[in-house]
């Protein structure tokens, strides 16, 4: 089974602040990873698809890059909005698409 | 606009089987570009994928669920359901139904997810 590891498990940072979770894969994965977040009591939402691609409708503040084992999500400058648990899904191995554990971030 | 509502009790007996199902409008279950799929998060915890379907009736399980779990497609009703056999206290979680893109296999519309809780 892929391992996904997400790092940090939790985060404080202040509006405005640029903030990044990064998100590594025990193999290689190619491109296939997608962000979620998740406010809480409400179902996740999809962010970046296919690692690098915005999801239509969400703010280009957000972003996603890397390949292989190793993935990066990107917030540019933080939104008091932004408060969520955001987690990495790969999908390279059928049939088990698996989660990282996520990243809670927190505001200052 | 694309919905899904999940449906079903929401308190099961250990040993017993726990049924779901998900009602999807605003789009057609037999839309060859999705999968349906099921996810679940117990409290305070990650997520994870149980499996989904496509309208053909082929399905993709988690492979550490599989022997318990039935995932099940009514195009009639524009529903798919979901069945896990055996259930324990470990069961307990919010299920969320999802749609599920074939090309990214990424998960673009969710309910708004039931919980269930396993307990005598």
């Known amino acids: 089974d892929i391992q996904m590891t997400q790092s940090p498990s939790s985060l404080s940072a202040s509006v405005g602040d640029r903030v990044t979770i990064t998100c590594q894969a025990s193999q290689d994965i190619s491109h296939y990873l997608n962000w979620y977040q998740q406010k809480p009591g409400k179902a996740p939402k999809l962010l970046i698809y296919d690692a690098s691609n915005l999801e239509t409708g969400v703010p280009s503040r957000f972003s996603g890059s890397g390949s292989g084992t190793d993935f990066t999500f990107t917030i540019s400058s933080l939104q008091p909005e932004d408060i969520a648990t955001y987690y990495c899904?790969?999908?390279?191995?059928?049939?088990?698409?698996?989660f990282g554990q996520g990243t809670k971030l927190e505001i200052e | 606009q694309v919905q899904l509502q999940e449906s079903g009790p929401g308190l099961v007996k250990p040993s017993e089987t726990l049924s779901l199902t998900c009602t999807v409008s605003g789009d057609s279950i037999s839309s060859g570009s999705y999968y349906w799929g099921w996810i679940r998060q117990p409290p305070g915890k990650g997520l994870e994928w149980i499996g989904s379907i496509y309208y053909s009736g082929s399905t993709h399980y988690n492979p550490s669920l599989k022997s318990r779990v039935t995932i099940s497609v009514d195009m009639s009703k524009s529903q798919f359901s979901l069945k896990l056999s055996s259930v324990t206290a470990a069961d307990t979680a919010v299920y969320y139904c999802a749609r599920q893109w074939v090309g990214a296999v990424s998960f673009d519309y969710w309910g708004q997810g039931a919980l269930v809780t396993v307990s005598s």
């Open positions: 899904q790969q999908y390279d191995t059928l049939p088990s698409y698996t």
